[in-house]
């Protein structure tokens, strides 16, 4: 399927981020201009033995599509039932995490781990293609190790299973986040691929979102830790291309973002955000220490009551 049928706004993605991506921040990503938006990534053994824990949280909104629910597994069965049960949640696409590195996922042969094997993710992905008329993408790393980067046969085996485009971030499974995003490699899977790429890795501004895009000729860009705390970035990044001038954020700025933020959660959350301890962990993960006042922070982890942290808030 065209990826132009998504009608995407603009090229800037926000990447899938574990435990950031509640909706409150991905309507704020679509809201700053986010042209895409991916959830975290969700085990298909969890969400097949578990579906009702998560079907409140997988409800869509109408302002984030075209939003892509990102799946963690390695049997193409399951992931084709967790498929079928998602069906009905709207989600725009499906994408399989193929870069994660976490021991878990390393010692389940999952995520980044099934690079190791491409056949096994051709499979994967040809079932997830049968399984469903909505987009189908993958999310890769450049290869398990520093020696055995193949890009390239994993991106080509993805797109003769059937997907409709591919993530690549620039670093292999073992550097974690260590070193730089290896653009040459980028480069390379977009010169000799047909699906579309997008380009992931280090990008933090208009500068890095531009090298991204002119070095590699990648379709579009996947923006992950930037975004975080700061959805403003993708209407920077966007600016910048348009001006080629770099925008800054006052502290003031910031503020009005944030209380976005806190009224975005108290909408989408209402009876989670009583929770204390919900709140704090969802503000703190979220603010910008350089963009708030000093303290700020701790000034919200002291707080005893929900009422203390919205003035805080509010009157920041
Ligand atoms: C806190 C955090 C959570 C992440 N969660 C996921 C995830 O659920 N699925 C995934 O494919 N990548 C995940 N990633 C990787 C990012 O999507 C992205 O590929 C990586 O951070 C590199 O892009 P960046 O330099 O723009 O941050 C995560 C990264 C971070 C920092």
Redo the contacts with the bound molecule.
Sequence with gaps: MSIKKLNLVNETIL??????NDHAFLLLCRKYNASLL?T??YNVNALINKFQKFEDELKTYKNEHPIFI?L?GNDPQKISRAIELLESFDYDGY?L?L??NSPNSIKNNI?GSLLRTPAKIGAIINKMVQSTNKFVSA?IRIGFDRYSINALEVAKTIEKSGADFL?I?G?TVEAG?SGK?NLDIIKYVKENIDIPIIG?????DGPTAELMKKYTKCDLL???????GYPRIFYEINYYFRNHKSLKCSKNLYKKILIEYYLLLKKVYPEKIQNLSFLKNKITQFIRPKLCRRFFKSAILEQNTILGIENLILNE
Excluded at 15 to 20: G, K, N
Excluded at 200 to 204: A, L, R, T, V
């Design positions: 990447a899938p981020l574990t435990d950031f991916f975290q990534k990102q963690i994408d995490n870069g994660c995520g999310k993530t971030h670093r986040y995003s992931n890795g280090d990008i933090i996947m923006i992950g830790r930037a975004a975080i």
